[in-house]
């Protein structure tokens, strides 16, 4: 019996041990790779391999070491909305990041090429949050109830890892699911309607260079079907880490295009059809 109990005391010593390791490498982790962020340095994979919880505890302190550079919290992403993209990944569900102040540029904006370690451009769509009543809401209606605007909205995330790293869910989640800039239209306001319902999952983003070529085309029905389930999705992520929506906050929806690399020297526009009830809307970045 003595044995026994002296061989579960051991046990436990080491579980404690173990969980204490893994807080230390999270918190080491996070600092680091926000190191490599910020000065646009590729990253070398982490080591060991995260499980997702502990990504998002590296994830935490990564944004806490950015804010200094990008300022304020003002709104959230889901990455991975795709789910033939999320097998790629290794995940089987979204993964969710935070927007800062400084991340959000205005259309016609002119950058480096080289803006990131890993610079990519993508046509996404933002649904800004028009009332806090979106914390309670149950259906899509509900959800679309609590909505005032969808921003046509072009993310140039950054992929921060080296390029032989094989990049799955949890070392995404870590470096902010690659939050780093995005372009952003006027906002387009929004009315809880079956017709705006409708308008949000048929609507097609699409890609031009500065010749007026179609690059590459998407509808809304790519983010998880629709854009009002990635809503409720990032609300429901959220909520589980004791975090409550706010009128304001802008919310990122995911891939609708594909990633691309940028280039020095390009024009990329995004043309959203069908989203404004008064006609195409178009915004546009400049890369140099």
Request: proline share 7%; with cysteine; hydrophobic share 45%.
């Amino acid at each position: 019996m003595k044995r026994t109990g002296l061989f579960f005391i051991t046990f436990l010593s080491m579980l404690l041990i173990l969980a204490f390791c893994h807080e230390v490498f999270a918190a080491g982790e996070g600092t680091k790779l926000a190191d490599y962020y910020l000065k646009k340095m590729p990253a070398p994979a982490l080591s060991p391999s995260p499980a997702l919880n502990q990504a998002m505890t590296i994830q935490a302190e990564f944004n806490q070491a950015i804010m200094t550079t990008f300022g304020k919290v003002v709104g959230y992403k889901a990455g991975l909305t795709n789910p033939n993209v999320q097998k790629i990944f290794g995940v089987t569900a979204p993964l969710r990041g935070t927007l800062m102040e400084k991340m959000i540029l205005k259309s016609g904006t002119t950058i480096a090429a080289n803006f990131g370690a890993r610079p990519l451009y993508e046509g996404d769509l933002i649904l800004r949050v028009g009332s806090e009543a979106i914390n309670t809401a149950v259906t899509p209606m509900d959800a679309l109830k609590g909505i005032d605007a969808a921003i046509p909205f072009i993310e140039l995330p950054d992929l921060v890892y080296a390029k032989d790293v094989k990049i799955n869910g949890p070392l995404l989640a870590a470096i902010n699911v690659a939050a780093r800039y995005g372009i952003v239209g006027d906002p387009i306001p929004v009315q809880a309607t079956p017709e705006w319902l409708e308008r949000l999952k048929t609507f097609k983003c699409q890609i031009y260079d500065k010749k007026g070529t179609m690059l590459v085309e998407g509808p809304g029905s790519s983010l998880l079907e629709h854009p009002i389930n990635v809503v409720l999705w990032i609300r429901d992520s959220l909520k589980a880490d004791g975090i409550a929506l706010k009128k304001g906050d802008l919310l990122s929806l995911g891939t609708i295009t594909k990633l691309t690399p940028t280039a020095p020297s390009t024009t990329i526009k995004a043309r959203y059809i069908g989203l404004d009830p008064e006609g195409p809307v178009e915004i546009s970045v400049n890369f140099n």
